[in-house]
């Protein structure tokens, strides 16, 4: 490892010689876990117009349009997610003197620290290593921090600890042969049991699900192994690519899916080069046979047994004798506390605690006296988890009250923990690239509302979970929460809105497989208030202990889309400008010093309503492939719905050049791929080249589709397709100079 | 020891103030607004962040290429903490010179914003100034040794010939080695 990083120092400084170029060296920063961050191509909005940050090396790069002088973002893996009080020790000095005192845990289990220098992370590397923790490969096209469910081991459910499995995956993948060509990131989770949502196993690339046996009158671990998995802009669930495997072929099974993707994965278009692309392209039967084609051929290897036992060997957490006798006076709150964030372990004797951390963020000084309060009552028990919070574990019950008070002092006891106040944001507008709306910065007013009003709740409301991305690469796992929220925008008269698109039915039992669909969008400063009005129609519709799941299923997308449309309206700027700007912002959301049209708020282009009536269809859709109770024929139907849905966005945009262009949907497309894609009109940066393929699929397919899978993926797709329609929309906007372009085909609003 | 500490280039630096009686909140739009402006001489300013959803963190952070600005809290006392974000050139008491009087910049603009008024008043007898590099300044007697002169000489080149005292802050062995500068005050006395 030492090695490794004097390596990448010796890279930094010939980067900075300009001795290797750009692309190879933000290739080798990725593999280091050195991520960009906003701003970091040189440029930044500040309420009017875009301005130049003077860094002072200004065009020197450490990537394609990013500068070596912004700070970045350094990705740490923590294998699923267990951590000892020294490695605590070590992340905590690390934020603070490389970061900003902030350890941010994210939704893989990672910990991420903001405002990095390049120039700093060797150091922070070596620092890290040190202590057994590597960044290696925790960003670019490899294989990333391995997950595992925080309660493995101690879990009341579980059929057996994975936690030793995970770690000999981790440890026999890190920097393998067989996965150093891949054309796109690589995602395993383990998960100890199949009913709970702990371990999120059917959203992964690759996952293990613990599964058990009976042979000659013994009985015998290993896994089902499910595969193709993955959120993102088009959610799959993964397929089961073997029902049980032994644990002595778990590492040479992961070698062989490895081999496979490695070998026949898409390496050119990185919106299509997941292996769930893979999966869904070949099929899972065509698939399990290159992978059993593999590991045939596989050469043995004595590591494969090895790994396991050593692992199996070497994973311990050690059960400290109990550090208090006595019944201290609790710190106020604790009642309430230990009724959402403790946990009777299956071991009677113990409890794991959660401590629940706002928006997964922690200062250095907290972890420090945290590694104070491990070393008391737990030793190195500790687990981040995939709700963004930390798990102590092995507490004796007798010290639940002091342990209490050592977390209150150092101000780590909010309550709620996986209740609707425990809210998960991905970074978003905050410090991402690719994020669109403040997903923090919503999150944060959510959290601080639903606390607020948390002690009207009863417990089923309690269980509703809230998850927000910034983007709709769904790393706050919006998919998978009964309420869940992606950053978008829209166009209103000559100004730009941030808004959120709602999906509501998504859930995170039978390991995060049932994904939530889109409802519409809700604009930024009315999202609180669509949490209140869902809740409070929740509340008084529900029936006995029915959850909000099946209320959703029951009630209706639709209705509740009905009950819900005068928070998706707009009022126009002059009325109330505050919702031109994002939470926790001060500056207008709108690109450029844009003038307000004339006819701003008065008048709706040809352009908006086909785009208007795509985004109808493609609801209409979403209804039809979301309804378990309907034929098999209806469901396809959705699929040529979503298609139909995908054309008149083509056409909205067509229309900006000519009013009077033909409607067919043979026209619409090659007349589309003329004058938006030939003219890369439809393409920027981070939009267009994956939306329009979706196009192109559905458009040689005429719309069918081969099964429910594959509908709903169409209507994903579609979905993509319109807000890429909506982005390219506003783009042509902003060339005519401001708002919607004030066209002699424009008409009046009929409403 | 006095050699490795010349190599110090990360400093933290704290003025403290009364608590402003004003959400975190209200300073979103000034920071924007300095960095539209470019408002700080010497500081290339680009970012806020926002953590004041942490309990005692660093709340709403200025973020510039050189340093960044946060309204801390860290110690229970409110102020505003400078962090030396990027190496420069010169020896660690100039580093100390320099991010002081970027952060007496800072404290000056603050004071005199009208949205701010007569909200915020700085106390600019009192510095608390942090090694943020546990590789070249160890939390140790012999780190301190090192330190305080560095400090003296960095507090005398900023407000000139006062007098002052500088003190170890005792801390946890773990935490960052610190030092608390009382300006007009006998090395020894008090005031």
């Known amino acids: 490892m030492a090695a490794e990083i004097d390596e990448f120092e010796v890279q930094i400084k010939l980067r900075k010689q300009l001795k290797i170029d750009e692309k190879v060296f933000a290739e080798l920063r990725l593999r280091r876990g050195a991520y960009g961050q906003r701003y970091d191509n040189g440029h930044r909005y500040d309420g009017i117009r875009t301005q130049e940050i003077p860094f002072p090396r200004r065009g020197l790069t450490k990537g394609p349009d990013t500068e070596f002088d912004a700070p970045g973002m350094q990705r740490i893996k923590i294998p699923f997610g267990k951590m000892s009080a020294e490695q605590l020790e070590v992340l905590a000095d690390c934020a603070e003197e490389y970061s900003n005192g902030i350890l941010h845990i994210t939704t893989r289990q990672d910990v991420q620290l903001h405002f990095v220098d390049i120039e700093d992370t060797p150091d922070m590397h070596r620092r890290l290593g040190a202590a057994g923790i590597t960044t290696r490969e925790a960003c670019g096209n490899s294989v990333r921090n391995v997950t595992g469910c925080p309660l493995a081991g101690i879990c009341q459910t579980e059929l057996f600890d994975i936690s030793p499995y995970a770690r000999a995956e981790h440890l026999f993948l890190l920097g393998h042969p067989d996965v150093q060509d891949f054309g796109r990131k690589f995602k395993i989770a383990f998960s100890g049991c199949s009913g709970e949502g702990c371990g999120r196993a059917m959203m992964h690339d690759l996952g293990f699900i613990a599964a058990t046996r009976v042979v000659e009158g013994r009985e015998e671990r290993g896994f089902r192994v499910v595969v193709g998995g993955g959120l993102g802009p088009v959610p799959h669930v993964a397929k089961e690519l073997y029902d049980f495997m032994p644990e002595a072929r778990m590492l040479p099974v992961s070698q062989a899916i490895s081999r496979v993707y490695a070998r026949l994965g898409e390496k050119r278009n990185r919106a299509k080069a997941r292996v769930k692309f893979l999966v869904a392209k070949l099929g ?90 491990m070393r008391r009552y737990v030793s190195d028990a500790l687990r981040t988890t995939v709700d963004q919070n930390l798990l102590l574990r092995w507490v004796h019950r007798q010290d639940l009250v002091s342990l209490y008070n050592d977390l209150y002092d150092a101000k780590l006891t909010l309550s709620g923990a996986g209740t609707i106040t425990d809210v998960t944001s991905c970074p978003g507008t905050d410090t991402c690239k690719l994020g669109i709306s403040s997903s923090r910065g919503l999150s944060a007013e959510l959290r601080a509302r639903l606390e607020a009003r948390s002690l009207q709740f009863d417990a089923t409301l309690k269980d509703v979970t809230i998850k927000v991305s910034g983007c709709n690469n769904s790393c706050g796992q919006h998919h998978i929460s009964d309420i869940g929220f992606y950053g978008s925008s829209r166009n209103v008269g000559s100004y730009k809105v941030p808004h959120f698109l709602l999906l509501l039915g998504g859930a995170l039992e039978d390991n995060a497989g049932n994904y939530g669909l889109a409802i519409g969008a809700i604009p930024s400063k009315r999202v609180p208030e669509t949490v209140d009005r869902l809740l409070d129609l929740y509340s008084a519709e529900r029936e006995d202990g029915e959850a909000f799941r099946p209320w959703v299923m029951r009630v209706g997308k639709k209705a509740i889309k009905g009950k819900l449309q005068d928070l998706m309206a707009v009022p126009p700027y002059e009325q109330d400008d505050s919702f031109y700007v994002d939470w926790h912002d001060a500056r207008e959301y709108s690109i450029g010093d844009i003038g307000v049209g004339e006819c701003a708020g008065e008048v709706i282009t040809l352009t908006e309503f086909s785009l208007a009536s795509a985004e109808s269809k493609v609801f209409d859709a979403s209804l039809i492939v979301d309804d378990p109770t309907v034929t098999r024929e209806r469901v396809l139907e959705s699929s040529a719905l979503a298609y139909r849905a995908m054309v008149l966005a083509a056409l909205g945009l067509l229309k900006t050049k000519d009013p009077d262009t033909r409607s067919d949907p043979e026209t619409v497309f090659s007349d589309f791929e003329r004058q938006f894609i030939d003219t890369q009109l439809f393409f920027e940066r981070y939009i267009g080249n994956s939306e329009w393929s979706y196009f192109q699929a559905a458009h040689e397919t005429g719309g069918v589709a081969r099964d429910r899978d594959e509908a709903r993926r169409r209507v994903e797709e579609a979905q993509l397709f319109i807000e890429a329609s909506h982005a390219c929309y506003m783009r042509l906007c902003q060339a005519q100079g401001g708002g919607s372009p004030v066209l002699p085909w424009a008409v009046a609003n009929p409403t | 020891m006095g050699r490795a500490i010349k190599g110090l280039q990360r400093i933290c630096l704290k003025l403290y103030a009364p608590e402003p009686g004003i959400g975190d909140q209200a300073f979103v739009p000034i920071f924007h607004e300095w960095i539209r402006d470019q408002a700080l001489e010497d500081l290339v300013l680009f970012d806020v962040a926002d953590y004041a959803h942490v309990p005692e963190s660093p709340g709403i952070v200025l973020v510039t290429h050189e340093a960044s600005f946060s309204l801390d809290r860290s110690d229970g006392l409110f102020g505003i903490m400078a962090q030396r974000r990027v190496n420069g050139s010169g020896e660690a008491s100039d580093m100390i010179a320099t991010t002081l009087r970027h952060v007496l910049q800072v404290a000056d603009k603050l004071e005199g914003d009208h949205r701010l008024a007569g909200k915020l008043a700085f106390d600019r007898s009192r510095v608390m100034i942090e090694a943020n590099d546990r590789l070249r300044a160890p939390n140790t007697d012999e780190g301190y040794r090192a330190l305080e002169p560095l400090v003296s000489t960095a507090i005398r080149n900023v407000f000139g010939d006062s007098t002052l005292r500088v003190t170890r802050v005792t801390n946890d062995p773990r935490d960052r080695l610190a030092a608390d500068v009382r300006l007009g005050v006998a090395a020894t006395g008090a005031p």
């Open chain 1, 284 to 373: 899972i039967d065509e698939f399990r046979r290159l992978v059993d084609a593999e590991l045939e051929a596989l050469e043995p290897d004595a590591r494969w047994q090895q790994w396991v036992d050593d692992a199996e060997q070497s994973h311990c957490e050690w059960r400290l004798a109990p550090a208090t006798s006595d019944g201290a006076r609790p710190d106020p709150g604790f009642e309430e506390w230990t009724e959402t964030n403790v946990y009777d372990q299956r071991q009677p004797e113990f409890v794991a605690v959660t401590i629940n951390l706002p928006l997964g963020d922690l200062t250095s000084r907290q972890a420090r006296s945290l590694t104070d309060i």
